[in-house]
């Protein structure tokens, strides 16, 4: 299959007519993508590839020593390291379901016929217009342990309380139950997209042949919604494994190294440490996992087939 592929392309290019006007003017004019993707995404991916195999020195680079693979070999043995990556699993484990989960279920619920499904929209999507630092710090307001609202009404309930950015075991939720109030907006308006565009006449279609709610969901719904839903699960799995300012400003990566995320690792090892070539490798460890992940859940969401 690949060889055909690139079979495939190999005649495209050759088909290609440089001496007609209007492929040439297709060529000039995706042209300026192609420089703004060559300097702002081609780059720094050759050449963080570049600097994962020398132990750079950002003040000298022409004095960088060559190790080859000796930073991922070192990487594969930090425990830190590894301590990084399960703290990102468990938040993309927490967020990545509940956020396409429940904006799924928000977008068929306001696209029923419901009495302030305008003002509803409105209050779903706006958490999305905030920025990464305000909603942090509200959050973190709300979860304080002394005065934070969330307390005072848990207190109702249980007479202690957790302080739950100081938890091992909260510290991570908490910031996973900011993320979703913060982003579920952004799939909720996708979805709710999705669903406004599959034609009523197979849900009248359905009615008539004796269909239940279910039956309308599972062979209606959901395969009509298919490529949305493909789109908000491979966003989401990517913007999740980057997850960095909420847990740098909620938490600091603490307690412990509970918080400390894969992104916040590089960050620490390159602006703290000055270990440029080794958070290089960890920035590649990233990109491959997300390249993974994206084409398993390709795979498995959408079947194979075009999304």
């Known amino acids: 299959m690949a060889t055909e592929d690139r079979l495939s392309v190999r005649r495209k290019l050759r088909s290609i007519d440089l001496s007609d006007g209007e492929t040439r003017d297709g060529i000039l004019f995706a042209l300026p993508y192609f420089a703004l993707f060559s300097v702002f995404l081609l780059y720094p991916l050759v050449k963080g590839f570049y600097m994962s195999l020398f132990d750079w020195n950002a003040f000298a680079p022409a004095q960088s020593e060559f190790i080859l693979f000796e ?10 390291f590894w301590k990084s990556v399960r703290a990102t699993v468990v938040f993309v484990v927490l967020t990545v ?34 920025t990464v630092s305000v909603v942090s710090l509200i959050w973190a307001e709300l979860y304080a342990p002394q005065y934070g609202a969330i307390n005072y009404y848990v207190g109702y309930l249980v007479q202690n309380p957790p302080s739950w950015l100081n938890s091992f075991t909260w510290a991570m939720p908490a910031i996973a139950i900011a993320t979703i109030w913060w982003t579920v907006g ?8 999705a669903r406004q565009s599959v034609p009523e006449r197979l849900y009248e279609a359905a009615k008539i042949d004796g269909a239940s709610s279910w039956r309308a969901f599972k062979d209606i719904t959901v395969p009509q919604m298919r490529s949305a839903i493909v789109f908000v699960t491979t966003v989401q799995f990517i913007w999740s494994f980057q997850v960095f300012g909420q847990a740098y400003i909620m938490t600091n990566g603490g307690p412990g190294e509970s918080t400390q995320t894969l992104v916040m ?3 620490r090892m390159a602006f703290n440490e000055g270990q440029f070539g080794y958070a290089a490798a960890v920035g590649y460890f990233l990109f491959f996992v997300l390249v993974a992940v994206s084409l398993g859940n390709y795979y498995f969401v959408s079947g194979g087939e075009s999304a």
Request: charged share 15%.
């Open 97 to 130: 379901p509940t956020l396409v989960v429940l904006g799924l279920a928000l977008a068929l619920g306001v696209n029923r016929d419901i009495k302030g499904k305008r003002v509803l929209r409105t209050v779903f999507f706006s958490p999305y217009v905030l």
């Open 186 to 193: 952004f799939n909720f308006v996708i979805l709710l997209a």
């Open 71 to 80: 930073n991922y070999a070192r990487m594969l043995g930090d425990p830190a």
């Open 265 to 267: 690792y590089l960050f």
